[in-house]
């Protein structure tokens, strides 16, 4: 079946700590995203990626960092230095013109 | 002002009503515009999807837009308590190489048996 997988579901991390989320995709899109949800908001922007080996900052991207080295493959680290990071983390992935997004399920991030 | 609009509710609804939901937007670039459902502590699903103005009807769902108003509906008739999500629209253009893509805030629907 074709779709996006992010792992793990759910992260527990304590205060001062990296963390790497996970985003495989196998639907053959070009372009990925990061998103954060926060309750009772709306979704928030925070790296997209249009081709491999290249990225750009999203609205929030202060605390996170990311890489592309494969087309399937979309990794975002959440790091010490965000300052807010419990929420629900989305990975998506789009056809290109069009920008029909297709999400994976969410990682949730809870700081200790 | 935002880019999106979309009015968060809460919106309560008896089952078999029909129901509306709606987003107004600024920017006259958009051409693509779509409508995604999201269960609790789910991924948001791509629900419905157009190009420019016009309607689009799936099973009971109809997605309208209307470019020169800059207004865009979701219809859901004989409405299901498994209707009950967060309904999020969004739209997009393609400009300079790049895709832009908005969200609205969302709106939470309830389905009351």
């Known amino acids: 079946d074709g779709g996006i997988t992010q792992s793990p579901k759910y992260l527990f991390r304590k205060e001062g700590q990296n963390v790497t989320l996970s985003c495989e995709q196998n639907?053959?899109?070009?372009?990925m995203y990061w998103y954060r949800q926060d309750p009772g908001q709306g979704l928030r922007l925070i790296y997209y990626?249009?081709?491999?080996?290249?990225?750009q900052k999203g609205d929030i991207a202060e605390g996170y960092s990311v890489s592309r080295e494969k087309k399937e493959s979309f990794p975002l680290t959440v790091t010490s230095a965000q300052k807010n990071p419990t929420a629900f983390y989305l990975c998506a992935s789009s056809i290109v013109p069009t920008g029909e997004l297709f999400f994976g399920e969410g990682s949730r991030l809870t700081v200790l | 002002q935002k880019e999106v609009e979309q009015d968060p509710g809460p919106l309560s609804v008896p089952e078999g009503a029909i129901v509306s939901l709606n987003c107004t937007y600024s920017n006259s670039a958009f051409q693509y515009f779509m409508w995604y459902r999201q269960y609790s502590r789910k991924g948001p699903e791509l629900l419905m999807y157009?190009?420019?103005?016009g309607n689009k009807e799936d099973g009971r769902f109809t997605a309208q837009v209307d470019k020169s108003s800059k207004y865009i509906s979701l219809f859901i008739r004989d409405s299901q308590p498994s209707d009950s999500a967060t309904y999020l629209c969004?739209?997009?253009?393609?400009?300079?190489?790049?895709?832009?893509?908005?969200f609205g805030q969302g709106t939470r629907l309830t389905i009351n048996p």
């Open positions: 969004a739209m997009s253009a393609y400009q300079q190489g790049a895709q832009k893509l908005v």
């Open positions: 157009t190009y420019s103005s």
């Open positions: 639907l053959n899109h070009d372009a």
């Open positions: 990626s249009q081709i491999v080996n290249d990225f």
